[in-house]
């Protein structure tokens, strides 16, 4: 891939959703990608892409530790400095941690948690070498309260934005900026994958931000070197903006009546 003049983005997590918005978003704003996702529907995305930049599409499982290194030595071979990586691919389970499956939130851990520690880690250093770049880590809202019926879920999201954060002021004066996401329930296919569709946040709630509309607005908070955006609507801003004065047992109580199986309107 030759830069012809382009910067260049790392999309994770590319082939649907909030991933998908801001492979375009980047797109629009000049940069060839790199993209990658574990699902069949990645080189579609990267058919959409291709009419709008250069894009190469890495299908790897980064759950997988061989997964992270597949998706940066593809980078690496690209022979360009990354401007922006968007650390965004993420699933949930949604139930009772004394019902749910083990193995399924373990995942979860390696995906939400682990791969964005190893992808970071390797971007990183790559960034300081070249004295330059962004990276933008989808945490979520649920990362700012207790996450009942969520539990794993929300937890992964609270060390995703503590790290973020932490990222981002121990690189201040290195010429990189880290940015948080924190979407609300967003209209993506999130909610059929973590089993939710029947509760309220996951049948109404998550038409409240549209997944463009949230890469968008990531977008621009990345540009501008903030710490944290809480994306889209003014209902998830103002809600993120609210938890911040709620004790935790208010706010994990209202989650769980959200998150409540067969809780959404029939």
């Known amino acids: 891939m030759e830069s012809r003049g382009r910067s260049l983005a790392v999309v994770t997590g590319a082939s649907s959703g909030i991933g998908f918005e801001l492979a375009k978003v980047l797109a629009k704003n000049g940069y060839d990608l790199v993209i990658a996702a574990e699902n069949a529907r990645l080189e579609a995305a990267r058919k959409d892409l291709a009419d709008m930049t250069d894009v190469i599409s890495v299908p790897t499982d980064l759950a997988e530790y061989e997964g992270v290194e597949k998706l940066w030595n593809a980078v690496q071979a690209t022979g360009r400095k990354v401007d922006i990586i968007a650390i965004n691919a993420g699933i949930g389970v949604g139930g009772r941690f004394a019902e749910t499956d083990l193995e399924k939130e373990l995942k979860l851990i390696q995906l939400n948690v682990t791969s964005t520690v190893h992808l970071a880690k390797l971007a990183v250093k790559h960034m300081l070498a070249n004295g330059t770049g962004k990276i933008l880590i989808t945490s979520s809202i649920a990362g700012e309260m207790p996450a009942p019926l969520e539990a794993v879920y929300g937890a992964s999201k609270a060390f995703d934005l503590?790290?973020?954060?932490?990222?981002?002021?121990?690189?201040?004066?290195?010429?990189?900026?880290?940015?948080?996401?924190?979407?609300?329930?967003?209209?993506?296919?999130?909610?059929?994958?973590?089993?939710?569709?029947?509760?309220?946040?996951?049948?109404?709630?998550?038409?409240?931000?549209?997944?463009?509309?949230?890469?968008?607005?990531?977008?621009?908070?990345?540009?501008?070197?903030?710490?944290?955006?809480?994306?889209?609507?003014?209902?998830?801003?103002?809600?993120?903006?609210?938890?911040?004065?709620?004790?935790?047992?208010?706010?994990?109580?209202?989650?769980?009546?959200?998150?409540?199986?067969?809780?959404?309107?029939?």
């Not at 296919?189 to 998550?206: H, P, Y």
């Not at 990345?222 to 047992?249: C, I, N, R, W, Y």
Request: glycine content about 8%; overall charge neutral; hydrophobic content about 30%.
């Open 162 to 266: 503590s790290f973020s954060k932490a990222l981002n002021y121990e690189l201040k004066d290195s010429g990189i900026t880290v940015t948080a996401l924190q979407p609300g329930p967003t209209n993506t296919d999130f909610f059929r994958r973590a089993e939710m569709e029947d509760t309220k946040v996951g049948s109404e709630g998550k038409y409240t931000n549209d997944p463009a509309e949230v890469a968008q607005q990531g977008y621009e908070a990345l540009m501008s070197g903030k710490d944290h955006v809480f994306a889209s609507s003014m209902k998830t801003k103002v809600q993120g903006e609210l938890s911040k004065f709620m004790p935790e047992s208010v706010k994990a109580a209202m989650h769980e009546k959200q998150a409540e199986p067969k809780s959404a309107k029939g």
